[in-house]
């Protein structure tokens, strides 16, 4: 069974939702590919797993680090999983690029590379958007692309952990709120 609920982010509404093991999803209103995931019936109701994910975004929006993750179960295929995995290693207020996740995962995978497309594929397709920290990838540029949210929200997030923000900057092709 699929729980759901919402949060109010500064940064607009949020949906969520949780099973029995932990958070499925976590979309901003109107994003790219929001709850493509839900399938089925899904019951509003506010569950352990949904409280604890709401108390983390409240530490989040509020500018502090929380110092937990709430249960996570995010569906998708053993790559994706794996690139979901280091994407919670990237460090609160830091970035990493697409190109250095790919050669991460070719390194685990003792395999000589991996690419960088693949790899933002399935950052784009991160379902716990926040917790699971897809805004902190960057182009190898320095460019901001790729985040199904917007890029305007993406700024917002690294801006709200305080990253250097010397160096990025917007391309003509990225997604705007």
Known sequence: MIYTGT???????????ADEIGLTGLWFEGQKYFAHTLTGEQIPKETPVLAEAKKWLDLYFSGKEPNFIPPLHPAGSPFRQAVWKLLLEIPYGQTTTYGEIAGRLAAMQN???????????????????????????????????????????????????????????????????
């Open 7 to 17: 949060y109010q982010s500064p940064l607009g509404g949020i949906l969520l939702a």
């Open 111 to 177: 395999t000589s590379s991996m690419s960088a497309q693949a790899v933002g594929g399935a950052v784009g397709h991160n379902e716990i958007s926040i917790i699971i920290p897809c805004h902190r990838v960057v182009g190898t540029n320095g460019s901001l692309t790729g985040y199904a949210g917007g890029i305007d929200r993406k700024i917002a997030l690294l801006k709200l952990e305080h990253t250097d923000m010397k160096g990025f900057f917007v391309t003509k092709k990225g997604t705007a709120l």
